[in-house]
Nanobody, 117 residues
Framework: QVQLVESGGGLVQPGGSLRLSCAASGSIFSIDIMAWYRQAPEKQRELVARVTRGGLTNYADSVKGRFTISRDSTKSTVYLQMNSLKPEDTAIYYC???????????WGQGTQVTVSS
């Protein structure tokens, strides 16, 4: 089992920055992919960014060049640095840890990010 706790959300003006953190505990040695997803009101949850065990990263087109995902070497914490925030980035952001053999997903409780003037 893996437990995830997100922090760092809040209210920010357009153009501002936030840094989300996800603290993990439990059997994190078996985790292959760490990711951030988001879900806006009345929309499906979508992948924002992910980083693999080997350090490869992927980003949604909508956040490329503005968001950066990173993790510490022990995989116990994953971060999402969000710059140049836009109102359309408003959503609940969820941390996800994934094991691929077999596939098991672990989710945090989510943290609200609101971009508004």
């Amino acid at each position: 089992q893996v437990q995830l706790v997100e922090s760092g959300g809040g209210l920010v003006q357009p153009g501002g920055s936030l840094r989300l953190s996800c603290a993990a505990s439990g059997s994190i040695f078996s985790i292959d992919i760490m990711a951030w997803y988001r879900q806006a009101p009345e929309k499906q949850r979508e992948l924002v960014a992910r980083v693999t065990r080997g350090g490869l990263t992927n980003y949604a087109d909508s956040v490329k060049g503005r968001f950066t995902i990173s993790r510490d070497s022990t995989k116990s914490t994953v971060y999402l640095q969000m710059n140049s925030l836009k109102p359309e980035d408003t959503a609940i952001y969820y941390c996800n840890y994934k094991r691929t053999m077999p596939i098991v997903d672990y989710w945090g409780q989510g943290t609200q990010v609101t971009v508004s003037s």
